[in-house]
């Protein structure tokens, strides 16, 4: 069963080794075609292609039309081509509905990943005679969200298509076969949302009988025979061209399982078939070592150690211990933290949302200070920023503060010292003068104000017209007259001779 299209970029899923096969012409949409049974069969869009074939939607065709929503998918290949013929033999004598039915109900599984058989048969296209499979619609692929995935599945995740797995594997095996050809890509998730957490096996091309006759088939390399199967996960049997046995699908199932949890095998990258089989021997004989490899600085479930310690154990006919390793899958469930409930939970996530996620976002927001080396000169520096910033508002306030407390000093009995940001100034006629004419600046409107009159209803400033009354408080100040008499002057008189007549009158 092929996968979906892959992304750009994506790694293809691993190819078999073995066989070219010529692949079918394409097929127009909605050609009909009719199974051994008589039924006819409608072909919707391709889904996808296999090494040997291509995929079709399909449905019924009652009442000379076709049904909607197709609920099943057509294998077609050239009728030379053997894996679907393979694949064929496999369904109508070990996958009829009623068989798998018994076998359930005998091994009290609600879910068996084995599809059923349906329908097959033969097609006449422009000169050309294809072989056609009819089967259950699945949906999406292992393989495909292994990759979504990030290349990795939770131990829970992985053990618990193991467990399926396993089943599948027992009821296979029970009907005189072996898969040999177990993979992601051949490991499909129901298409109905109720069986959302079930997989199928599918993809029997490579099954084969491991006892004909009521004889296990006997242990003996064939050259010609040699590196069978898809390269990275088929088993070391199986690079020396022996036969398919029982205890080798569960070494590809190792193999697999090591994958989803790690990411990738040690042998991954390597293209040559007798290096590839090196590598698999030298690991058999050290599995601890292999998963340090697989797992890199990752902890690796020791349930794994323990599965590849009892797989290289089991003898080449011997039959496997089917419920030991699936109590040793749910034990690695329970182990990793999570609860056996038969959920597979898959942390999906699309190639564009990643990229989304990871660009950054285009804000109006000022980037972020770093932080400063030494923090204290840094909190100091903050500290004197916000003392010496002030807004307009606090500008006027302080300017009025100042003003009034120079008109206090020139009020006050005697001169005063007082503090001015860190040194002590006097209250001199001169400094108090000098004090008004810079109020005097800041207030000035555009018309200057007779003294004495206020027609803006403001207080006015003992000092600036309070003569009378400041000699009233301090009978005996002559310096307060004299800076009452200057303030006066400076106001009425704009001119310097004006100013000097002033200070004369002032003296006297």
């Known amino acids: ?294 797992f890199k600085e990752q902890t690796y479930p020791t349930e794994l150690r323990d599965y590849f310690n009892y797989v290289d154990k089991i003898a080449y006919e011997e039959k496997p211990n089917y419920s030991k390793i699936k109590a040793l899958f749910k034990k690695g469930i329970v182990s990793s933290g999570e609860k056996f409930d038969g959920k597979l939970q898959f942390d999906t996530q699309k190639k564009e949302n990643i990229k989304a996620i990871n660009t950054p976002r285009k804000s109006p927001r000022k980037t972020p200070v770093k932080p400063a080396k030494n923090t204290k000169k840094l909190a100091k520096r903050n500290s004197d920023s916000s003392e010496t910033a002030e807004t307009p508002a606090k500008k006027r306030t302080k300017r009025k503060m100042q003003t009034e407390d120079s008109s206090s000093d020139a009020r006050s009995p005697s001169p005063q010292r007082k503090k001015v940001k860190g040194r002590e100034e006097s209250t001199t006629p001169r400094s108090s003068k000098r004090v008004s004419e810079r109020n005097d600046d800041v207030k000035s409107p555009k018309k200057r104000t007779p003294v004495g009159r206020n027609p803006e209803k403001k207080p006015i400033s003992r000092a600036a017209g309070g003569k009378a009354k400041t000699n009233q408080r301090n009978p005996g100040s002559k310096k307060v007259k004299t800076l009452a008499s200057a303030t006066i002057a400076t106001q009425t008189s704009p001119g310097l001779k004006g100013l000097r007549r002033t200070r004369k009158k002032a003296g006297k």
């Not at 076709?66 to 064929?88: A, D, M, R, T, Y």
């Not at 080798?248 to 590839?276: A, C, R």
């Open 1 to 294: 069963m092929p996968r979906a299209a892959k992304a750009a970029g994506d790694k293809p899923a691993p190819k078999k080794r073995k066989g070219i096969y010529q692949m079918p012409d394409p097929l127009p949409l909605g050609e009909e075609l009719t199974d051994f049974q008589k039924k006819k069969w409608a072909l919707g869009p391709s889904v996808g292609k296999g090494g040997f074939g291509e995929i079709y939607l399909a449905s019924e065709v009652k009442e000379g039309k076709p049904q909607e929503n197709p609920s099943h998918v057509i294998k077609i290949e050239p009728q030379e081509n053997g894996p679907l013929f393979c694949e064929l033999h496999f369904y109508q004598r070990a996958a009829k509905p009623d068989i798998i039915k018994s076998w359930k109900k005998k091994q009290k599984l609600k879910h068996l990943g084995v599809p059923s058989y349906i329908a097959a048969g033969l097609h006449d296209h422009k000169n050309k005679r294809y072989r056609f499979l009819v089967m259950d619609r699945f949906g999406e692929d292992l393989w495909n969200l292994f990759l979504k995935s990030g290349k990795k599945f939770s131990p829970k995740a992985a053990f618990t298509i193991g467990i399926q797995m396993v089943d599948a594997l027992e009821y296979v095996h029970d009907q005189g076969y072996v898969h040999a050809d177990i993979k992601g890509s051949n490991i499909l998730l129901g298409f109905e949302p109720k069986a959302k957490d079930q997989v199928f096996l599918v993809d029997f091309g490579l099954a084969s009988k491991y006892m004909p006759g009521d004889v296990h088939r006997e242990y003996k390399p064939d050259p010609k025979k040699a590196h069978e199967g898809t390269l990275e996960y088929t088993s070391i049997g199986a690079h020396e061209g022996i036969s398919s046995s029982r205890r080798h699908d569960f070494e590809i199932l190792g193999y697999n399982l090591v994958q989803w949890m790690s990411g990738d095998l040690p042998w991954s990258k390597v293209t040559k078939e007798t290096e590839v089989q090196a590598i698999k021997v030298k690991h058999s004989k050290d599995r601890n070592s292999f998963l340090q490899l697989s």
